[in-house]
């Protein structure tokens, strides 16, 4: 068994609890094995420990060495790596709190290739869905890694996405990588641990404890290039993430949204603040230009509405079928909305039901919990 | 020497024939009673001592001994008192034994000698009709309840000398006292009216297409979007009760004491229970068991406000129901089925602040929705013909409100729903069914043909919207619905995607 991952590991553990007096407890001690080798009276006459810390440190001591995490590890395929070690990535090693260990399945961004990311609200709106859908494929397909926290909403969106169209994507999560948090990402997490990464600074079977995820937001913001905040309320925990990023020299980027509308208020005030408007994926590519591929900029300028199917200029056949496309472009509503927009008296309400229906099969909108909106 | 008389004993919503008899012979002064009695029964012997002392009887000084036969059916309730009265008024020569000839009994007695009403009456009426009785004595109380069947004189006794008077009369002075036939009333209590309701044209649509067949129905949609409001007048579009129904649901209230002195109950029963409902209060219940909430909503509509916030166990009982159409209580001596058929309409909010799935107001997350959602089962969703999701009611909805759509007040609605019905009539008339909803798999492919184009259609829809089977027939039963609406023989194409719109809620929630 490799002695140094064990130490390392209990190393990591305590790193969590106290991240500062680990950093120079190792700067003193110089590895994590001479931290173990410590006894009981070393630790009483650290001058650095106060008498909580040095409970934790003995109680840690009286647990052991956690001999069971290397076979875990081993078991899943992940991989651990310190701080000390020379592949440690070089974005994270700038950062004050960077993690002591990093554990990942899969594998860890490329050092030169630039990277965005890409977040958001997790209970987003349709316009974010499909924003956080166009980020992610346009991302794949020029080429450009997304990086993001796998949380619902944005961004597993922007994730999937981004790995259906063949793209890499990295996820940076509040928990042990072995657990799949939310639930409903594994078909995600499959895909990411083929195509790029899960990545966590939390011990392996660590749980989703509410505070590692503002914490593993410094990750997300260190690993990217160009943040990217698609949707986000006024008080939104990407803010977090955009703090972060500022404070890493990060450049953010902003979805613009409606006036008044909640969910985009985060963003709208980022933008009032001087945050870059990403209205369309080749203003976030051309601000990596300097950074990265040539082909950036043989992309022809497309503009956003058009590529996420919003701004739809082919007509439907039928009189009823264009209003509703009018009424559906500006928003989406219920089959009742929609009758009092449309503000027929001459019409039923079954013979729109009807219609609607039939866009439906033929795939021209789409119904999610009753309402109706351009699919 | 034996006397006997005829009473009834409960079994359900059912009744048997019981025989009192009575003996009084020499030996010690004593009265006993024996016939698999409960307590109340038991303590018949007292009451009815007591009373016959205060009427001014003084019973020979010898042994009395009564028996209610069969003898092995266990007895509960209080409506033994005055057959056992009569029948030892008899015995002890008070009165002609002749007087007690196809004559039925039921009643309480109080100390004073005053008859007092009972429950079940109905059931036990149309008993002793069946056993070829020709008169019924019963409490004042009870004799409008027992008026309603036809074909037997209904007598009220007030007390015990009233009793004495009317059991040494001749059939003729006798029959004078009959009362007459409850009339069947025709005027209808005014109700409540669907042009009450502002805007919201896409669920009174499906109410009415529910009306019409008899489909379940689940509203899903934001508070006060006017669910509890509309289902509340459901009751005004419905097809009026049959004779045969009215009889089938006043046996249910009349055992259950809740006929409230009417006669016949001659409208569909609304049932609206409070989703803090016991499993028992739903199902029926007590040792001696009771129907419960399901089944007083026979023939009529059981509307569930809130659904999700019901227990799980008693959502969960409406399974067998809705299957069956009768409930099945069992208790360690018998086991009572109490017929339950019945209209569910159900009405929820999306999600657990009400506003989903609208981002502007809704701050619930997705897995909140999708559990809040979940609490439905899913076996109880596969019961649920129509869904329909309400929006918040729209300003230019409230405003419109005065000038209301004319299509959309009860009585026209009610005029298209007896259409259907017709239609539904004339389709099942050597069935066992009546309605659309009724339909098994074996009737859709008899009566819902669909032609070349309509199957073509249903083929695509299959694929495209990944529905599946079960939900396939019910979509197709609800389309019957609408065309029998549209009085049209055959089912279309825009009937079908009418009927789409209205499929199940986990297709397109939880999609």
């Known amino acids: 068994m490799d002695e140094r991952l064990l130490y390392r590991l209990y190393a990591a553990q305590l790193y969590e609890v106290m991240p500062a007096v680990m950093r120079r407890m190792l700067e003193e001690y110089g590895s994590a094995e001479a931290i173990w080798n410590l006894n009981e009276k070393e630790l009483t006459d650290c001058v650095r420990l106060n008498d909580v810390q040095r409970e934790e440190f003995l109680s840690a001591k009286k647990r052991g060495l956690p001999v069971e995490m290397p076979e875990r590890m081993k078991k899943s395929g992940m991989t651990g790596i310190c701080y000390e070690d020379p592949d440690y990535p070089a974005r994270l090693r700038e950062l004050p709190d960077a993690p002591y260990m990093l554990f990942c399945l899969g594998k860890l961004p490329e050092e030169d290739r630039k990277s965005v990311a890409v977040i958001g609200t997790r209970h987003c709106s349709d316009y974010g869905r499909r924003t956080a859908e166009y980020f992610g494929r346009e991302l794949a397909v020029a080429g450009v890694p997304v990086i993001s926290g796998m949380a619902a909403g944005i961004d597993s969106i922007a994730q999937k996405a981004c790995v259906d169209h063949g793209g890499e994507s990295y996820g940076i999560l509040g928990c042990g990588v072995d657990v799949i948090y939310p639930s409903s990402n594994r078909e995600l997490y499959r895909k990411l641990t083929e195509q790029g990464g899960v990545i966590s600074e939390y011990l392996p079977g660590s749980d989703p404890l509410p505070y590692r995820f503002p914490l593993r937001n410094r990750l997300i913001s260190a690993f990217c290039d160009l943040l990217i905040v698609v949707e986000a309320r006024e008080k939104s925990g990407s803010h977090i993430t955009v703090q972060y990023a500022l404070e890493q020299g990060k450049d953010v980027y902003a979805v613009p949204g409606r006036v008044g509308d909640s969910l985009s208020t985060g963003c709208n005030r980022l933008l009032s603040q001087g945050a870059g408007v990403a209205w369309c994926v080749e203003e976030v590519l051309l601000a990596l230009k300097d950074m990265h591929q040539k082909k950036l900029l043989t992309f022809p300028l497309k503009e956003i509405g058009e590529s996420i199917g919003i701004k739809n200029h082919k007509k439907w056949p039928g009189k009823l079928q264009g209003k509703l496309q009018k009424l559906l472009n500006d928003a989406p509503g219920t089959a009742q909305e929609l009758y009092v927009r449309l503000g027929d008296p001459e019409m039923k309400i079954q013979e729109l039901l009807t219609v609607l229906m039939q866009l439906e099969i033929e795939g021209k909108v789409l119904c999610r919990g009753g309402r109706y909106e351009i699919g | ?511």
């Open chain 2, 1 to 511: 020497m034996v006397v006997t008389a005829a009473t009834g004993a409960l079994c359900g919503i059912d009744c048997r024939l019981i025989t009192v008899e009575v003996d009084i012979s020499n030996g010690l002064p004593q009265m006993e009673m024996v016939g698999s009695l409960s307590g109340e029964v038991r303590e018949a012997q007292m009451r009815v001592r007591v009373a016959l002392k205060n009427t001014g009887i003084a019973l020979p000084p010898q042994r009395i001994t009564v028996n209610l036969a069969p003898a092995s059916l266990h007895k509960e309730g209080t409506q033994y008192d005055l057959p056992i009265a009569a029948a030892m008024l008899a015995a002890g020569g008070f009165v002609p034994k002749d007087g007690l000839r196809d004559c039925f009994l039921a009643g309480e007695l109080g100390l004073n000698g005053e008859v007092k009403p009972v429950c079940g009456i109905l059931p036990m009426v149309l008993q002793a009709r069946e056993a070829g009785m020709k008169e019924v004595l019963m409490a004042p109380d009870n004799v409008s309840e027992g008026a309603v069947v036809s074909g037997l004189h209904i007598i009220g006794v007030r007390d015990l000398e009233e009793l004495i008077t009317i059991l040494s009369e001749d059939e003729e002075t006798r029959r004078k006292r009959c009362v007459p036939d409850e009339p069947v009333s025709d005027e209808e209590n005014p109700k409540a009216d669907f042009g009450d309701i502002y805007g919201q044209e896409g669920m009174k649509r499906a109410m009415e297409v529910a009306a019409a067949g008899f489909h379940n129905l689940l509203m899903i949609g934001p508070p006060g979007a006017g669910k509890t409001m509309a289902a509340r007048r459901l009751s005004s579009i419905l097809p009026p009760i049959t004779e045969e129904e009215a009889l089938e649901v006043s046996k249910i209230y009349s055992v259950s004491g809740r006929l409230g002195g009417g006669g016949l109950i001659r409208e569909r029963p609304f049932i609206a229970p409070h989703h803090s409902a016991t499993l028992q209060a739903l199902a029926g219940g007590g040792r001696n068991p009771k129907p419960g909430l399901i089944s007083m909503a026979h023939k009529g509509v059981l509307f569930l406000d809130e659904t999700v916030h019901f227990s799980p166990a008693a959502l969960e009982v409406l399974r067998q129901p809705l299957e069956d159409k009768k409930v099945l209580v069992a208790r360690n001596n018998a086991s009572y089925e109490f017929p339950a058929e019945f209209m569910l309409v159900a009405a929820m909010n999306p999600c657990p602040c009400g506003n989903y799935p609208d981002p502007q107001r809704c701050r619930c997350s997705r897995e909140q929705v999708q559990r809040y959602l979940g609490r439905l089962s899913g076996p109880l969703l596969d019961r649920i013909d129509l869904c329909v999701e309400l929006g918040r009611v729209e300003l230019p909805d409230y405003r419109k409100a005065g000038e209301a759509d004319p299509d959309w007040y009860s009585v026209n609605m009610r005029k298209r729903v007896l259409g259907a019905r017709r239609m539904q009539e004339l389709r099942f008339a050597g069935e066992k069914i009546c309605f659309n909803a009724q339909m098994g798999v074996k009737e859709l492919k008899r009566y819902v043909a669909l032609g070349k184009k309509e199957q073509e259609y249903m083929d695509t829809v299959y694929e495209r919207l990944h529905l599946s089977l079960r939900s396939y027939h019910r979509i197709l039963k609800v389309a019957r619905t609408i065309a029998d609406l549209d009085r049209s023989e055959n089912v279309e194409v825009g009937q079908l995607q009418e009927a789409l719109c209205y499929r199940g809620v986990e297709e397109r929630y939880w999609g």
